[in-house]
């Protein structure tokens, strides 16, 4: 409370005064100034993917049911005993277009052989998703999902394109990464190194 009243009555006799005494004026610029740093990087952070959603401990993943293009339904059933990268994406999404290739890569070559992988195209028409799947075949090597009305989405609680979701073999949620950049998450990395062990 004093702080608060310090900082009132300092504003006051600055816009009384009409400017700042040079050390108030300094103190004012440097808290501005790691106030729009810190801003800054919380948002490149959360856009470029850098932070994961935390994760404290592994929390069961939802109940969904999905039907691929290749004719298959998946579901958190049909995935058990199998660890599983869910890839929430959609196709005006411009990192989801710079990923979904290096995901391809990973997937023919890298790939743990347990590893199932799961791309869930959402927030856009079917007619879109069907579109841009159809006009890059080399890229879709792995099974997609179409999420009718954002349920699958929303029952994982992704709201960011692209959203990598990994579930462990008994169905656990054991990261959530927003943004671009799941090859450069750490944890994600210790996850694959476990599964070739």
């Known amino acids: 409370m004093r702080n608060k009243l310090y900082i009132s009555t300092t504003y006051k006799r600055a816009a009384s005064s009409g400017s700042l005494s040079g ?10 100034r790691v106030g729009v740093i810190g801003v800054m990087m919380v948002c490149l952070s959360l856009f470029f993917g850098v932070l994961p959603a935390p994760a404290a401990s592994s929390v069961p993943a939802p109940e969904f049911q ?15 005993g199998r660890p599983t990268l869910l890839v929430f994406w959609a196709p005006w999404c411009r990192y989801c ?24 195209a959402f927030s856009d028409s ?10 890059n075949p080399d890229t879709f090597i792995f099974p997609t999902a179409y999420d009718q009305d954002n349920e699958v989405a929303q029952a994982f609680g992704v709201n960011v394109t692209p959203t990598f979701v990994v579930m462990d073999a008994q169905g656990e949620m054991i990261l959530a990464h927003r943004g671009a950049g799941i ?15």
Request: hydrophobic fraction near 35%; charge should be positive.
């Open 23 to 32: 050390s108030h004026r300094g103190q004012w610029c440097m808290a501005i």
């Open 66 to 80: 999905l039907h691929a293009f290749d004719g298959h339904t998946y579901s958190k059933a049909s995935l058990n």
């Open 97 to 120: 277009q710079m990923e979904l290739p290096i995901l391809a890569k990973f997937y023919q070559g890298n790939k743990p052989d347990q590893l199932q992988v799961l791309t869930v």
């Open 126 to 135: 079917l007619a879109h998703v069907e579109e841009y799947v159809t006009a």
């Open 183 to 197: 090859n450069q998450n750490p944890q994600y990395q210790k996850f694959l190194k476990s599964l070739k062990q």
